[in-house]
C-alpha cells in the first residue's frame, strides 16, 4: 500500500510563493508516476501537475504553467511543487496522487490515479 504525505500548504497573499512536499512511502513506490491535483469549494477536482517516475517527463495544466514547477527527489521519494506568483484562483485543497506505470499528456483524470494523500491547504489572499 502506497501513502503518501503532504506538507507546506498555508496562507499567502497575491503573488507569494508556496513550496508542496509529498512523500511517498510503501512497496515500489519510486516507479509511481506522482501528481497533484487541487480541489476549491463547490468543484471538482482538478489536474495541476504531474511528473514520471524518472523525474524527465512533467506536465501541467494551463493554469499553472509558468508559474508552478514539480520536480522529484527519488532518493527521499519526495515531489515538490513550487508555487509562485500565486493567485486568489489558485486556493484549494491540494492532493498528492501516485499512479502506478507511466504518465502521458492525457493522464490528467482523477480517476489514473491510485493512491491518494489527504491533502493540504492552500489559501491565496487578494
Known amino acids: 500500500q502506497v501513502q503518501l504525505v503532504e506538507s507546506g500548504g498555508g496562507l499567502v497573499q497575491a503573488g507569494g510563493s508556496l513550496r ?10 519510486g ?3 506522482l ?6 469549494p463547490g468543484k471538482e ?29 527519488s532518493a527521499k521519494n519526495t515531489v515538490y511543487l513550487q508555487m509562485n506568483s500565486l493567485e486568489p484562483e489558485d486556493t484549494a485543497i491540494y492532493y498528492c496522487a501516485a499512479r502506478i506505470g507511466m504518465i502521458f499528456s492525457s493522464t490528467r ?10 491533502g493540504t491547504q492552500v489559501t491565496v489572499s487578494s
Open 31 to 33: 516507479n509511481d508516476a
Open 35 to 40: 501528481g497533484w491535483f487541487r480541489q476549491a
Open 20 to 29: 508542496l512536499s509529498c512523500v511517498a512511502s510503501g512497496p515500489n513506490v
Open 109 to 118: 483524470n482523477p480517476s489514473q490515479f491510485k493512491y491518494w494523500g489527504q
Open 45 to 73: 477536482r482538478e489536474f495541476v501537475a504531474a511528473i514520471g517516475w524518472s523525474g524527465s517527463t512533467t506536465y501541467y495544466h494551463d493554469s499553472v504553467k509558468g508559474r508552478f514547477t514539480l520536480s522529484r527527489d
